[in-house]
């Protein structure tokens, strides 16, 4: 069965400092994987997805995210954070069951605090 | 960018009444999911419901508590029934519109008084 692990319930980082948020996941096979924002009181957000094309993909707002194989990996980065950039952010998994894709497995979250 | 629709967007219910929430999507799908995200807390799959057929529902939810309807490729229900304060969650559905990506309605903020 698949799932994601997201490190790190919190994260703080300064205002301009580099953001990295971690996620990992297990697969049986290869996975679309994305990453959502949640501000607060606000509905989900795609940021951006793998789905098994370029392994670093670029999403909205400067964010990007690498699929590494190897290590099971999808990590978010973006180079400098902005006091906008503070919110809940989930990393999600979904199967591609031969072209009808099922539905998504979410991390637990991280909450991401930009301090000035 | 695909739409769903989704409505309410918020309510407060008394106990032991039930909500109905409706999902509207813009193109014809075959998979509708509902989720639940508690205070706090990440998104947990409620059921898929397929057109034409019952809803899967995942562990730890049930049909008499969670009854979904999908009449059509475009339209689902989720009602959430004699609700108690333990209900009070955000509940939203989601799709795989054709060409698009993995969409989400605005979701549905139940406060259960």
């Known amino acids: 069965a698949q799932s994601v692990t997201q490190l790190g319930s919190h994260v703080s980082v300064s205002e301009g400092a580099l953001v990295l948020l971690r996620c990992n996941y297990s697969s049986s096979v290869p996975p679309y994987l994305f990453w959502y924002v949640q501000y607060p009181n606000q509905g989900l957000q795609l940021l951006l997805k793998y789905t098994s094309a370029a392994t670093l993909v670029k999403g909205i707002n400067g964010f990007e995210a690498e699929f590494k194989k190897s290590e099971t990996s999808f990590h978010l980065t973006k180079p400098s954070a902005h006091m906008s950039d503070a919110a809940e952010y989930f990393c999600a998994v979904s199967l591609n069951y031969g072209g009808s894709q099922g539905n998504l497995i979410f991390g637990k979250g991280t909450k991401l605090s930009v301090k000035p | 960018s695909a739409v769903i629709s989704q409505k309410p967007s918020r309510d407060i219910c008394q106990r032991g009444t039930s909500l109905t929430i409706q999902c509207q999507v813009d193109s014809q799908v075959t998979m509708m999911f509902w989720y639940r995200q508690q205070p706090g807390q990440s998104l947990t799959l409620i059921a898929t419901a397929n057109q034409g057929s019952e809803a899967t529902y995942e562990s730890g939810f049930v049909i008499d508590k969670f009854p979904i309807s999908r009449p059509n490729l475009t339209f689902s229900t989720l009602t959430v029934s004699n609700m108690s304060p333990e209900d009070s969650s955000i509940y939203l559905c989601?799709?795989?519109?054709?060409?698009?990506?993995?969409?989400f309605g605005s979701g549905t903020r139940l406060t259960v008084v």
């Open positions: 989601s799709a795989w519109p054709r060409g698009y990506g993995y969409t």
